[in-house]
């Protein structure tokens, strides 16, 4: 999968994704990121993103041209989903990272400034996403929560494939909904602290329904939002 990231700040991803999971996809050919400069896609000698708003008001907006540029060249020989990442989207979670993951090719646009000219989300964006209800500086940070949500879902992307199946959120048919369950590792007591008997017995029945219970009870206590909408859809 092939992710294209379109930002005025190109510098801000220098880091985040040599690490972790991501580097290693990036390393197996499972994906591959490259990160472009608006300005770039500018003409003018002051290479300019941004302009006043029509009609007033505070701050400054996208403008059109460099973004329909941009998109118009990353698109000319292979075809992509385009998505804009800012406050206006619809909220990110899960299914969506489950939905993306079975694209071939994902451009991401990081809004800055008041956010971007009405027409560039009118004609060359298909989907405005957000990761959460505040306000960020920019789509750089959520751009990155995207790829890295997105990318561990790519098969051969983890080093166990069962484990995004039991996680929270997982969209696996018995745990939907459901924040994680409590883990444990060695040792078994530390300063008196210990861990619970049922997962040290071998019963594998057992420690799933002890998982369950607890999966339950931790949304029922944290997320009952959660688990109210995920009990009745």
């Not at 899960?94 to 451009?107: C, D, F, K, P, T």
């Not at 996680?167 to 444990?184: C, R, V």
């Not at 210990?194 to 029922?220: C, D, Q, S």
Request: with cysteine.
């Amino acid at each position: 999968m092939r992710f294209d990231i379109v930002t005025i700040f190109p510098e801000i991803f220098r880091g985040p994704f040599d690490f972790g999971i991501v580097k290693r996809a990036a390393a197996a050919g499972l994906i591959e990121i490259a990160i472009h400069d608006l300005r770039d896609y500018t003409t003018d000698r002051h290479r300019q993103v941004d302009d006043r708003p029509f009609g007033g008001g505070a701050g400054m907006v996208m403008k059109p041209e460099p973004l329909f540029r941009a998109i118009e060249d990353l698109t000319s020989a292979e075809p992509a989903r385009v998505v804009l990442l800012t406050p206006q989207g619809r909220l990110f979670d899960q299914e969506l990272a489950v939905q993306l993951s079975g694209l071939q090719r994902l451009i991401l646009i990081c809004g800055r400034y008041e956010g971007v000219d009405e027409r560039v989300t009118e004609n060359i964006v298909d989907d405005e996403i957000s990761i959460g209800d505040y306000v960020l500086s920019g789509g750089e940070f959520p751009a990155m929560v995207v790829v890295d949500a997105v990318a561990r879902l790519l098969p051969g992307a983890l080093g166990c494939e069962d484990s995004t199946e039991k996680e929270s959120f997982s969209m696996a048919t018995d745990w939907h909904g459901l924040l994680d369950f409590p883990q444990y590792t060695r040792p078994a007591n530390y300063r008196g602290f210990e861990v619970p008997e049922v997962l040290l017995g071998g019963n594998h029945a057992e420690i799933e329904r002890w998982r369950r219970g607890k999966a339950v009870e931790k949304t029922l206590k944290r997320r009952p939002d959660l688990f109210k909408r995920t009990n009745t859809e």
